[in-house]
Structure formats: structure tokens, C-alpha cells
């Protein structure tokens, strides 16, 4: 079983940056397509980047697009999100999970897919 712990988040004003981290316990965190979501306040949980197995494939929401940068370290069993140039658009819970098979996944955007959510971070960006 993977459980996943992110950290990272924090305030910044717009036009900012931070780097998300997303540590995952367990032996077989290399086998799974990894993604980051957001929750903001009163609206449901939303797709943001997401990772293959080996990083050969990432994908994006439009709205992070040329501004987040998803990556992995398998050897720490660890995948980050480096957001740069922040908006307050972008103040949200940040959660990392894994898809929900191993071996498949990349391109999978809808939460429903994924598990073994992490407890999340706060990002507030201020304008």
C-alpha cells in the first residue's frame, strides 16, 4: 500500500513561486502514473499535472501550462510540482495521489482514477 505525505505549500504573492514535494512510503511507488490535483473552497477537485512511471510523459490542465512543471525521483520515491509565475487563481488545496493500477494511467485526468490520497497543502497566492 502507497501513502502518500505532501509538503511545500505556503503564501506568496502573485508572481511567485513554490515547489510542492509528495513523499510516498512503500516499495512500488515506481510503478504507478502519479498525478497533482487542487481543491479551492467551494469547488470540486480538479486535475493540475501528471507523470508516467519513468517521466517520459507528463500532461497539464491548460491554466499551469509553460507555468508548473511536474517530475519525479523514483530513487526517493518522491514527485514534486514546481509552480512558477503563481496567480491567485492558482490558491487551492494541492493534493498528490496515484492512479489506481500499476503500469497504466498516464493521461487519466479524473480524480475517480486515482487513490491513496495525501492530507494536502495550502497554496495562497495573494495578488
Known amino acids: 500500500q502507497v501513502q502518500l505525505v505532501e509538503s511545500g505549500g505556503g503564501l506568496v504573492q502573485a508572481g511567485g513561486s513554490l515547489r510542492l514535494s509528495c513523499a510516498a512510503s512503500?516499495?512500488?511507488?515506481?510503478?504507478?502514473?502519479m498525478g497533482w490535483f487542487r481543491q479551492a473552497p467551494g469547488k470540486e477537485r480538479e486535475f493540475v499535472a501528471g507523470?508516467?512511471?519513468?517521466?517520459?510523459?507528463?500532461y497539464y490542465t491548460d491554466s499551469v501550462k509553460g507555468r508548473f512543471t511536474i517530475s519525479r525521483d523514483n530513487a526517493k520515491n518522491t514527485v514534486y510540482l514546481q509552480m512558477n509565475s503563481l496567480i491567485p487563481e492558482d490558491t487551492a488545496v494541492y493534493y498528490c495521489?496515484?492512479?489506481?493500477?500499476?503500469?497504466?494511467?498516464?493521461?487519466?485526468?479524473?480524480?475517480?482514477?486515482?487513490?491513496?490520497w495525501g492530507q494536502g497543502t495550502q497554496v495562497t497566492v495573494s495578488s
Open positions: 495521489a496515484k492512479y489506481k493500477s500499476v503500469f497504466g494511467g498516464i493521461g487519466r485526468r479524473n480524480p475517480k482514477d486515482f487513490d491513496s
Open positions: 512503500g516499495r512500488t511507488f515506481s510503478s504507478y502514473t
Open positions: 507523470i508516467s512511471l519513468t517521466s517520459t510523459s507528463t
